[in-house]
Each structure stands twice: as structure tokens, then as C-alpha cells.
């Protein structure tokens, strides 16, 4: 499955941002779908995931009730809404799929090109 990442920005912090991941190629309706992102200089790190069908989801505790994450099977598109941005969410995001919910990255075998979100002070 192809996936094609949008919907970062420049935001101040406090702001909202909704990232989108559309697919291709196949069907997302029979993946997980993660979300990870990579600040300058860190690591890449897991942020949200969601199993096939939307009903079980899971956090960063960095983010945890600030960013929701959803999908819409009908439009093969997995979104990421984010909310009370804070400069510290500065990344690029990646969206990613896989057959198996994890908060792993080596778990997806299927990843997207990256989005930009700076968030300013």
C-alpha cells in the first residue's frame, strides 16, 4: 500500500493542525495504522495508533488529550486532529501501516513520505 502524508504547517503553539494519510494501491481497511514522528537530531517516535476498524486506539503520553487519532475506511484515509500544539511537537510526522497494532516501528512495513509541523512559541 502506497501512503501519501499532509496537512502540516506552521502553527503557533496553542494552534490545531489536522494531518492526513491517504492510501493507494490497496485497501487501508485491513491494517493498523500508526502514526510516529521525528524531531530534528531525535529518534523517530511512536505518537498514535488504530487497529482496522477504529475501535481501539492508543497514545504517546505526550500526546494524550491533545491529539486524536480516526480513520475513515469508505475514504482509505487515516487522520491525526491536533490540538493546544506546543513548540516540543515540532516534526516531521509519518503515518504507517501494517497487519499488526503496534507501537513498534519496525512492525510497519508500509510508510509515507513525512509532513512538517512547526509549531512556534
Known amino acids: 500500500v502506497q501512503l501519501q502524508a499532509s496537512g502540516g504547517g506552521l502553527v503557533q503553539a496553542g494552534g490545531s493542525l489536522r494531518l492526513s494519510c491517504a492510501a493507494s494501491g490497496r485497501t487501508l481497511s485491513s491494517y493498523a495504522m500508526a502514526w510516529f514522528r521525528q524531531a530534528p537530531g531525535k529518534e523517530r517516535e511512536f505518537v498514535s495508533i488504530?487497529?482496522?476498524?477504529?475501535?481501539?486506539?492508543n497514545y504517546a503520553n505526550s500526546v494524550k488529550g491533545r491529539f486524536t487519532i480516526s480513520r475513515d475506511n469508505a475514504k482509505n484515509t487515516v487522520y491525526l486532529q491536533m490540538n493546544s500544539l506546543k513548540p516540543e511537537d515540532t516534526a516531521v510526522y509519518y503515518c504507517a501501516a501494517g497487519r499488526q497494532l503496534s507501537t513498534t516501528s519496525g512492525a510497519y512495513d508500509s510508510w509515507g513520505q513525512g509532513t512538517l509541523v512547526t509549531v512556534s512559541s
Open positions: 488504530i487497529d482496522w476498524s477504529g475501535d481501539n486506539t
